[in-house]
């Protein structure tokens, strides 16, 4: 990892750190109030984030506080006991000397601090809280019985007056330190604050909603344009249309953001579990400056690390089993990011021992996963180890086998409205592909007619488009259609007759327009009747009854107001109802 990277990554570690102190400070401020549990699962998910993010930067003491601070904050969420005053006090004591750290860092990026002394602070609370007493342990007293108070607050200033001139000597000290940061990080501040603002994701998709409404009317008033000939109208319009999509790409542009970091955090996961399983193992990136949005991005974490994880434990060999396979001594992983026909494309491939479906499949009826009267192919015993609580582990470990990870992994994809693949072979190694819709609201696309009925298919799935009257089409057998386009033949399928909306008074074959998309590095030509325009529409997710239908990927509201669906073309091409369409249309016309 170059040094640039390296402190680019820690700048906006303690950006993050400087949120989510202050989001952490808050919640504590509402333990008098009200210390619900939802509260308590917040303060945790805080603290239990955070600690991730700074062992991913190496900062292992902020880490190795956290982690204590982590433990502190779930035995009080298990209401091991209860929440006092003092113990509110330590949770923002520890927080402002977390954020007196943070700031500190931002000067110099070597600097230590006394992390023990806070750790000691956060166990002796912990130790000298008394448990919380439900209504079902309280004692059975009788008459006669004596009952001893200890009062805490005091027994604990009793205990450690011998170190109260030590205390204050430390908050005086303290207090010097955030006057001399106060006036050190002043300069450094003020560059932070111009260079970058925090601002709030929600307010970014409010800003594109709303661009999204003016490209709707747009389209609306050019619906209406076309039914008048005023010129000088017409070319006002047209640049506030240009305005329009200037402002469409910046806001789109602020919300994309390099794979990068994300790949560095895998990489310490790699590094920490093949450490953890004593497994020689090389992590390889590539595309890290792939650009996505960053919801996927914050959404994707999760998963590729459980899969990187896994990746190590159950795929690569140890050293001696991969050198008896005649495999080299290191075990290798490959994590690729690309994109392709708006789609974000991600690879996690191992050259490990593979999965052998028959395995699974035996484990899967062990389990009770499935009754064992099932034929399953290679791909759906593959697709098993995503059932929650299956694992082939037969150990649980702090990695693995507790059958869950792989079930939040296809999860979290499907919340993205992405899929996930599994190919494997036995000893040869394991990939997984994921693909992931890239679209965040607006587009450019083609508005297509089929037998009437209006589609869209976006521009970034189009290769080029070709006028079928002035191509080479060739008839093979009577049922495949062939081109052949710069000595490269390229299948040819009809979108109508695939979608079954054959009309019997269709557009003459001359007319019809071809278009190539890619996918998986093979070209497909798609034949609609022809373009009607070209224009940026605003996409809208589908609702539940229609997502099962592979190829369908969303909506589109046009000028006129009608709701077009959007296709991808290869998916679509590729699903089991539209080529059973094709092949009902193929036999009629061989019989």
Avoid at 7 to 19: P, S, T, W
Avoid at 26 to 37: D, G, M, P, R
Avoid at 220 to 243: C, D, G, H, P, T
Avoid at 350 to 363: A, F
Wanted: charged content about 30%; some cysteine.
């Amino acid at each position: 990892m170059d040094e640039e990277f390296e402190l680019e990554l820690r700048m906006i570690f303690l950006r993050e750190a400087d949120a989510n102190l202050e989001e952490a400070e808050e919640a504590y401020l509402q333990f008098s109030e009200n210390a619900s549990n939802d509260l308590l699962a917040r303060c945790f998910r805080l603290a239990h984030n955070l600690k991730g993010s700074s062992k991913a930067v190496g900062y292992t003491e902020i880490a190795e506080i956290l982690h204590h601070l982590e433990s502190f904050l779930l035995r009080l969420k298990n209401k091991e006991f209860a929440i006092t005053q003092k113990i509110t006090n330590v949770l923002l004591g520890t927080n402002d000397r977390l954020k007196i750290i943070i700031e500190q860092l931002k000067i110099n990026p070597n600097y230590k601090t006394n992390y023990k002394q806070i750790i000691d602070e956060i166990n002796q609370v912990s130790g000298e809280t008394p448990p919380l007493i439900n209504e079902d342990q309280k004692p059975d007293l009788k008459e006669g019985d004596i009952i001893v108070l200890i009062d805490y607050d005091k027994s604990d200033k009793v205990k450690n007056s011998s170190d109260i001139n030590k205390l204050e000597e430390n908050k005086l000290e303290e207090n010097k330190l955030e006057e001399s940061i106060k006036q050190k990080n002043f300069h450094n501040k003020k560059f932070l604050n111009d260079e970058i603002i925090r601002v709030s994701l929600n307010k970014i998709e409010i800003l594109q909603n709303y661009i999204g409404e003016i490209v709707i009317i747009e389209s609306m008033i050019e619906e209406q344009m076309s039914l008048v000939n005023y010129q000088s109208m017409k070319n006002y319009f047209r640049l506030l249309i240009k305005a329009t999509k200037e402002v469409q790409e910046i806001v789109v542009s602020l919300r994309l953001v390099p794979i990068k970091p994300v790949f560095q955090k895998l990489l310490r996961t790699g590094r920490d579990t093949s450490a953890m399983l004593n497994k020689e193992v090389n992590i390889t990136f590539i595309g890290e400056n792939t650009e996505m949005d960053k919801f996927i991005l914050d959404e994707l974490m999760d998963p590729l690390m459980h899969i990187v994880r896994n990746a190590i434990d159950h795929g690569i060999e140890e050293s001696e089993e991969r050198i008896e396979k005649d495999k080299m001594r290191e075990g290798n992983i490959t994590v690729k990011a690309s994109h392709e026909s708006g789609n974000l494309i991600l690879t996690i491939a191992d050259d490990g021992k593979g999965m052998n479906p028959k395995l699974i499949y035996e484990s899967a009826v062990k389990k009770g996963v499935i009754s064992g009267t099932e034929t399953l192919t290679d791909m759906q015993c593959f697709e098993l180890i995503f059932i929650p609580g299956f694992s082939t582990k037969t150990e649980t470990t702090e990695i693995s086998g507790r059958g869950v990870g792989m079930d939040v992994v296809k999860t979290n994809i499907e919340m993205l409205n992405g899929k996930i693949d599994i190919f494997s072979q036995v000893d040869m190694g394991t990939e997984f592909r994921i693909k992931i819709p890239l679209s965040v609201g607006i587009m450019d696309a083609f508005i297509i007619e089929i037998s009437k009925e209006k589609f869209i298919i976006p521009v970034h799935q189009v290769v080029e488009c070709l006028s079928l009257s002035k191509s080479n089409l060739t008839y093979l057998t009577g049922i495949d259609n062939v081109i052949s386009l710069r000595n490269e033949e390229i299948s040819v399928v009809d979108l109508s007759q695939g979608l079954n909306i054959q009309n019997k008074n269709d557009e003459k074959l001359k007319d019809k327009v071809i278009f190539i998309v890619q996918a998986k590095g093979k070209k497909i030509g798609a034949l609609v009747d022809k373009i009607i325009s070209i224009q940026s529409v605003v996409t809208k997710n589908l609702g539940e009854e229609l997502r099962c239908e592979s190829g369908i990927v969303g909506s589109v509201i046009l000028g006129d107001g009608k709701v077009v669906p959007i296709l991808e073309i290869a998916e679509l091409v590729a699903s089991q109802s539209f080529q059973k369409n094709l092949q009902k249309i193929n036999s009629r016309q061989i019989i």
